[in-house]
């Protein structure tokens, strides 16, 4: 069997000059490949059923890690899978009435990711627990005037 380039399908045509008047982009090449590397950029690009499930049951153990604290007002919007071994957890307030701060509510989530972490590695059954980033919905609600000015 011919391997490589002794292979009549995968090899270019040495002078398409001469099988066309006019050169195209493309022209010479086994449309077979072009094909190709359009399914793998598909592929790599759609999250995999086993990272959502992942994800999903990621959000279920934040979500009962959430009840105490300064982030006692929030919830899990949404948990994404990122590149690698990352998860994007994305927090919003329970009620559309509370005023918050972002950044502060951003800073204790991460404050407690290495306890999040935990939590999801002793619910979970995987080789290495993945990382998360966190990112909270922004509030909705105008700062009051009177918090500020005490």
Do not use: W
């Amino acid at each position: 069997m011919p391997q490589g380039s002794e292979n009549p399908a995968f090899r270019r045509i040495k002078n398409p000059e001469a099988l066309v008047t006019q050169l195209r982009e493309g022209d010479g090449i086994d449309p077979r490949l072009e094909h190709r590397k359009n399914q793998h950029a598909r592929l790599k690009s759609k999250p995999n059923h086993a990272s959502l499930r992942l994800a999903g049951q990621i959000a279920k153990c934040i979500r009962g890690s959430l009840g105490d604290g300064p982030l006692a007002n929030f919830d899990v919007v949404g948990v994404e899978p990122a590149k690698g071994n990352h998860f994007l957890v994305t927090l919003g307030p329970i009620l559309p009435d509370i005023a918050y701060d972002e950044t502060e509510v951003l800073q204790v989530a991460n404050d407690r990711r290495g306890q999040l972490r935990s939590e999801i590695a002793s619910s979970i059954t995987r080789k290495q627990v993945p990382n998360l980033i966190f990112r909270v919905l922004p509030c909705t609600i105008p700062p009051n005037p009177q918090e500020s000015s005490r």
